[in-house]
T-cell receptor, first 118, second 115 residues
Framework: DAGVIQSPRHEVTEMGQEVTLRCKPISGHDYLFWYRQTMMRGLELLIYFNNNVPIDDSGMPEDRFSAKMPNASFSTLKIQPSEPRDSAVYFC????????????????FGSGTQLSVL | KQEVTQIPAALSVPEGENLVLNCSFTDSAIYNLQWFRQDPGKGLTSLLLIQSSQREQTSGRLNASLDKSSGRSTLYIAASQPGDSATYLCAVWGGHTSGTYKYIFGTGTRLKVLA
């Protein structure tokens, strides 16, 4: 398996523009997570999906952020309009989820999208 | 509210040393704990996962222990090498009773092993 695939790797945009980040989870994983990492706040969970359904979006900072998972192999995180304080690395991760097999609970991360909002 | 702390924030050691990285969590009602490695500009890689019923897990030169009652986990790296240089993060999950499948991450320990 190619692992969790994120695109783009880098995104530079101007304040007010719409930004869309994409993620392809590992095939067969039922859980997909979107995280944001900054120096100040560390790694924060924004939202996670189970079987394509959003379960916990309490970490989504504002209405400017939205996430979708139209099918088991694709998810997007959209920021509209973007602001300079949204600059961070955004990670997508997937997991097979809680299971009698502990190794199924491991989180697998993509390489991230470095977002810079000018 | 679960809080995860990692001390020290940064560590620099000569090659060959055995080292211990620490992870503390405030709520002992965890289901499992994972240790991750993050290289600069890369995503996180899961190194070890310890279930709450376990005391330790080993993988090669890495050994992770868990003392749930005291809210602590340690990651032991034997005979450190320059290739071990990275940031190490721990994360805990409260299990099904927490009502969510949300891992809480520590801020990490940035390790540098000098050749």
């Amino acid at each position: 398996d190619a692992g969790v695939i994120q695109s783009p790797r880098h995104e530079v945009t101007e304040m007010g523009q719409e930004v869309t980040l994409r993620c392809k989870p590992i095939s067969g994983h039922d859980y997909l997570f979107w995280y944001r990492q900054t120096m100040m706040r560390g790694l924060e969970l924004l939202i996670y999906f189970n079987n394509n359904v959003p379960i916990d979006d309490s970490g989504m900072p504002e209405d400017r952020f939205s996430a979708k998972m139209p099918n088991a192999s694709f998810s997007t995180l959209k920021i509209q309009p973007s602001e300079p304080r949204d600059s961070a690395v955004y990670f997508c991760a997937s997991s097979a989820g809680p299971s009698i097999r502990p190794t199924n609970e491991k989180l697998f991360f993509g390489s991230g999208t470095q977002l810079s909002v000018l | 509210k679960q809080e995860v702390t990692q001390i020290p924030a940064a560590l620099s050691v000569p090659e060959g040393e055995n080292l211990v990285l620490n992870c503390s969590f405030t709520d002992s009602a965890i289901y499992n704990l994972q240790w991750f490695r993050q290289d600069p500009g890369k995503g996180l890689t899961s190194l070890l996962l310890i279930q709450s019923s376990q005391r330790e897990q080993t993988s090669g030169r890495l050994n992770a222990s868990l003392d749930k009652s005291s809210g602590r986990s340690t990651l032991y790296i034997a005979a450190s090498q320059p290739g071990d240089s990275a940031t190490y993060l721990c994360a805990v999950w409260g299990g099904h009773t927490s009502g969510t499948y949300k891992y809480i991450f520590g801020t990490g320990t940035r390790l540098k092993v000098l050749a």
